[in-house]
């Protein structure tokens, strides 16, 4: 099997399972795009199987500890471990995250399930070749009505993918209901946003509809309203939803008809938004897309998140919640917080922790590949003046 030998002190001595450019010693054996590859270390020992890309910053991503083939036995038995930890999680298996790339040993794909369907999207190179193979097992472990491809993520940009939807397995389903607890969503599993839902936000709903009953709600970056319809079944006084996007705007409205509640959608940059809003609200909650997809932009982003963060403590009334959060794995849990603290100073502002979040139990995030946690989000109280 061809392979690379890795540098002494790359982060794959650490527990890391990726490979850059910059950790390759040598090549061996003419390793080809797309191939599965064996690791060395400089003294010739093995170090496992990984998938290689030339074209990808990540040159290698490991798969297994030991020589290992990207087979059809490999695929029913790492999905079918995947499956198992799902059934034994406090999530609803038929609305959840299935497969999650590194953290279920499968990097680069993602299978999201909604009832009877599946969403498959293949993000690296290797699986992208095998994606009929991985639809076929998924067929044999679920027999779902559909699979459909979304591969129009950004990520494959990075692996020199072109972006690509469509159907693997039966049709395209068009729009239908999903339902989370009480509350029922519209999703679209081949033009909505992300996969059809924020998956990794289902429990979060949940918590801040908790502190929901009687406020006044401004729910910024809303997508298809899920925080603004959990708050405004949960009780709340008035519910706001905020996004620049027509299409989100349209869902907000659809959604709140079909849970027979009341939501006042504005479809407005959020950022002029916030500037020039002159009322009030106990509950704002901040939900924004990624700000940045790299190192280099960090600044910008946090810079970002600084204003969101400013401009909503102005709007906040007494005792108010601001539940705020970043979806950006380059953006540290700690930095967060920290870019939080800065715009309450400035604001002078006082706030206390209330509650931490993160991505729902169906999207685990391995302890030695800290990229597998991506979101994070914290619940402030607004103090008294002192």
């Not at 940059?269 to 997809?293: A, G, H, M």
Request: contains cysteine; proline residues 5%; charged residues 25%.
């Amino acid at each position: 099997m061809p392979g690379i030998i890795v540098n002494p002190r790359s982060r794959i001595f650490h527990g890391h399972d990726w490979v850059y450019a910059s950790e390759i010693k040598k090549l061996f054996g003419d390793p080809q795009p797309g191939e599965v590859i064996s690791l060395k270390d400089y003294k010739d020992r093995p170090l496992g199987s990984a998938i290689y890309n030339p074209a990808s910053q990540i040159v290698a991503r490991r798969f297994s500890r030991r020589r290992q083939d990207l087979d059809r036995e490999f695929f029913h038995r790492r999905i079918g471990l995947a499956l198992a930890l799902r059934d034994r999680l406090p999530v609803n298996p038929r609305l959840a995250r299935l497969v999650w790339s590194e953290s279920d040993g499968l990097p680069g794909i993602i299978v999201d399930r909604y009832g009877p369907h599946l969403v498959l999207q293949t993000l690296t190179l290797a699986m992208d070749k095998r994606k009929e193979l991985i639809a076929e097992v998924l067929v044999e472990l679920l027999s779902p009505e559909s699979i459909i491809l979304r591969n129009d993520s950004p990520m494959r940009k990075a692996e020199g993918l072109e972006v690509e939807t469509g159907v693997l397995h039966g049709s395209d389903p068009g729009p239908f209901l999903v339902e989370n607890g009480d509350l029922e969503y519209h999703v679209e599993l081949i033009s909505g946003q992300k996969t059809g839902l924020y998956l990794d936000q289902l429990d979060a709903y949940t918590e801040i509809a908790a502190l929901a009953e009687g406020k006044r709600v401004l729910d910024c970056f809303s997508n298809h309203g899920g925080f603004g319809l959990a708050c405004a079944k949960a009780g709340a006084a008035s519910v706001t939803c905020v996004d620049i996007s027509p299409e989100a705007i349209a869902a907000v409205q659809e959604n709140a008809r079909l849970n027979n509640v009341e939501i006042t959608a504005v479809e407005a940059n959020v950022f002029d938004y916030l500037k020039t809003c002159e009322e009030q609200f106990d509950l704002i909650i901040l939900d924004p897309p990624s700000f940045t997809r790299s190192k280099k932009a960090l600044n910008d982003a946090m810079r970002g998140y600084k204003e969101i963060h400013l401009r909503a403590l102005k709007l906040l009334d007494r005792d108010g919640y601001l539940s705020t959060f970043s979806c950006s794995h380059h953006v540290s849990r700690s930095h967060f917080f920290e870019n939080i603290n800065e715009a309450s100073v400035d604001a002078k502002r006082s706030l206390r922790l209330v509650q931490s979040h993160a991505q729902r139990c169906d999207h685990p995030v391995l302890v030695s590949i800290p990229e597998t946690e991506y979101l994070k989000g914290f619940t402030f109280q607004l103090l008294p003046a002192r």
